[in-house]
């Protein structure tokens, strides 16, 4: 389930952070999310949390009308085998030989969560195929049309547009708020087969940085939440949620090379995407152009070089590009600001602006130069 050098939830590795190694988005949406955070604005108050050992079935249920499974329809070429058309292979076998034809076919991929009645979240790799047909199956396996999808370009994250659905939101959390080992319940279509599939766990880190992908592309995620619930291939985009029923993150990822190690988007940074809307239902997102890795302080001693923001590739056509930065240069600062374990590269350029122009301090060669850049608009 996971993509862009991005590993879904279907086979992906992880890194911790500190290692180098549209249709215009309607106002009742922006305006209707604040009302879904409930009492406390949302807080996340373990004191407050139901002391019944059965509220991990009240929270399940009171959930239920409000999760959903993302499915997507492919075509599918289909080889007709008459028992009575045969040739030889090339080695000697008889091998079936017939008339092809194309199927559609319909496969559960991933889950999501209504935010609004005719709104869902789900990951941005569950409905990555633009030409793809995608639909949402509700808790009564009612199939709806997805007919509009926001992809947001820098977060793993889509909205799902519904035709003719009104789908109970769910109330979000405040991730904020939250503190390592409180309980964290996980809801999704384990597998892309078990539908509203239940788990539990803790809140096993905060503030994680992650690399994840699919073996063909990936990407680097800043500030996630991990947690030990289990949280398997067909639950990228399900809602993880506290004691209290409020979601507080979107399963994302987890780790292929150990057990108990899921990643989650935290809520509020889902907030700040609807926000970020424009009034083309677009996501206004700046973009350097750069895929990187961030080095440690611990790896910067070693290899003798300076924290930042190690460039592995540069995106043909883009700011970064125009700028003349190549991939082996260490971007240490942006307007200023050094970047190191508590502020990655991602996280800086998100603090400005489409059209801003920054200046990048850069480690290139044993020596340190300045580039100036102008932000662009990320292509979606």
Do not use: C, W
């Not at 955070?37 to 004191?47: A, H, V």
């Not at 028992?83 to 017939?98: A, T, V, W």
């Amino acid at each position: 389930d996971r993509l862009f050098v991005l590993k879904p939830l279907d086979a992906l590795t992880t890194r911790n952070r500190t290692t180098v190694d549209g249709q215009p988005a309607t106002e009742s949406l922006l305006s209707r999310l604040g009302r879904l955070s409930g009492p406390g604005q949302g807080q996340s108050d373990q004191q407050s949390a139901p002391a019944d050992i059965n509220y991990v079935a009240d929270v399940a249920e009171s959930a239920a009308d409000s999760v959903v499974t993302v499915s997507i329809k492919t075509e599918q070429r289909i080889i007709d085998r008459p028992s009575n058309q045969f040739f030889f292979g090339p080695f000697g076998f008889n091998i079936p030989q017939g008339p092809n034809r194309v199927e559609e076919i319909q496969r559960d991929i991933g889950s999501g969560f209504a935010i609004d009645g005719g709104f869902v979240v789900t990951n941005r790799h569950v409905v990555s195929n633009p030409n793809a047909e995608y639909q949402v199956i509700d808790k009564n396996n009612q199939e709806h049309q997805v007919v509009k999808i926001y992809r947001d370009p820098t977060v793993d994250l889509a909205i799902l547009e519904i035709e003719n659905a009104v789908l109970p939101a769910l109330p979000l959390g405040n991730s904020d708020q939250l503190r390592v080992g409180e309980g964290v319940i996980a809801i999704g279509t384990a597998l892309g087969e078990f539908r509203h599939t239940v788990t539990t766990g803790v809140i096993s880190g905060l503030g994680r940085g992650i690399q994840a992908g699919n073996g063909f592309t990936s990407e680097n995620i800043e500030g996630v939440i991990q947690t030990d619930a289990a949280i398997n291939p067909g639950n990228s985009g399900g809602p993880l949620l506290n004691r209290n029923g409020q979601v507080i993150g979107v399963n994302t990822a987890v780790s292929a090379r150990a057990e108990n190690i899921g990643f989650a988007i935290p809520i509020n940074v889902v907030r700040d995407a609807i926000d970020n809307f424009n009034q083309t239902g677009q996501f206004d997102r700046p973009f350097l152009g750069v895929s990187f890795q961030m080095i440690s302080e611990r790896a910067a001693l070693l290899n003798e070089v300076p924290q930042g923001a190690l460039i592995r590739e540069v995106v043909e056509g883009s700011a970064a590009q125009q700028a003349e930065l190549q991939v082996g240069d260490i971007i240490t600062k942006i307007a200023g600001q050094p970047l190191d374990e508590s502020t990655s590269l991602a996280e800086a350029i998100n603090q400005h602006q489409v059209g801003d122009t920054v200046e990048l301090e850069i480690f290139r060669d044993n020596q340190t130069i300045t580039r100036s850049v102008t932000l662009k608009q990320v292509e979606q």
